[in-house]
């Protein structure tokens, strides 16, 4: 897909870039190929483990570090971002998603609630900080658009996603209850992007996630979204063309969310049965 330069003149923050594989490394390539500047953030970790400084050197783009579960560090964000854009901001994408129970394999009927508060506080709380943050400093500019990443699980129940199922429906609802406030005062849309399974860092930790995505690409009448397809979707959410879409979960998925059952997938269901 060419550049349309759709973000010609805009301003952004792209939280939670970590390597090649992740959907926002995309989304930021994306948007400066399509004219906008941007910055960069993560948690220190991510910036030590150095991939995205390689990022940071080929979109010009300054790395600023932030924990987005930290009041203090959201504030220095916003505020470091500001001096260096010489005003407010334009966009913002919330791609940031982590569980414990996940990664040390507890089953959702045998949760450690300390790593739950953590799955909330980072996949979703971090959201409403991040916009409280933003809204308070007055960071967005009118018209501004704000993006989060998320999933169908969400709204249905997958086998192995765990806690995080729970964490994205609180960002949706996030989505949602500020989109009201920050729509109505400054003019301001929030969304939320309902992804495809996809091959990044964060969702190949999630038990059997290879099955899942085989699942989605044969139920899919368009196949599974990738990263590169998602960066572009993105690149329109934050563009001019969409000022009156808001508080909205739009499934970005090649029609699989409204998929019962496809030939793909009825085929490899007769192959079992045979």
């Not at 949602?176 to 399974?197: A, C, D, L, M």
């Not at 964060?202 to 059997?208: F, K, W």
């Not at 508080?247 to 009825?266: E, K, L, P, R, W």
């Amino acid at each position: 897909m060419s550049s349309y330069q759709l973000l010609k003149g805009k301003k952004g923050i792209i939280f939670g870039a970590l390597n090649e594989k992740s959907i926002a490394w995309k989304v930021a390539q994306k948007v400066v190929e399509n004219g906008a500047e941007i910055v960069l953030t993560n948690a220190p970790v991510a910036l030590r483990m150095g991939e995205i400084q390689q990022l940071g050197k080929e979109l010009n783009a300054p790395l600023i570090e932030a924990d987005a579960t930290s009041i203090e560090d959201l504030n220095n964000l916003f505020s470091e971002a500001q001096k260096h854009f010489g005003g407010q901001i334009d966009f913002v994408l919330h791609s940031i998603g982590m569980s414990p129970n996940v990664r040390k394999g507890r089953t959702y009927d045998n949760l450690d609630y300390n790593f739950l508060q953590k799955t909330l506080d980072v996949s979703a709380i971090s959201f409403h900080k991040m916009l409280q943050v933003a809204k308070k400093q007055d960071a967005i500019a009118q018209g501004g658009s704000v993006l989060a990443l998320s999933y169908i699980a969400a709204q249905r129940s997958f086998y192995g996603y765990n806690d995080m199922a729970d964490a994205k429906s609180l960002l949706e609802s996030i989505s949602r209850n500020f989109g009201v406030v920050y729509g109505q005062e400054k003019g301001v849309r929030i969304n939320t992007i309902s992804q495809s399974p996809t091959m990044t860092t964060a969702g190949s930790g999630v038990g059997g996630f290879n099955l899942f995505y085989d699942f989605a690409e044969k139920m899919s009448p368009l196949g599974n979204a990738d990263a590169d397809d998602c960066a572009n979707f993105c690149v329109v959410m934050f563009s001019d063309l969409t000022r009156k879409v808001t508080m909205q979960n739009i499934f970005h998925d090649g029609g699989f969310s409204t998929t019962g059952m496809s030939v793909a997938a009825m085929e490899q269901y007769q192959k079992s049965l045979n």
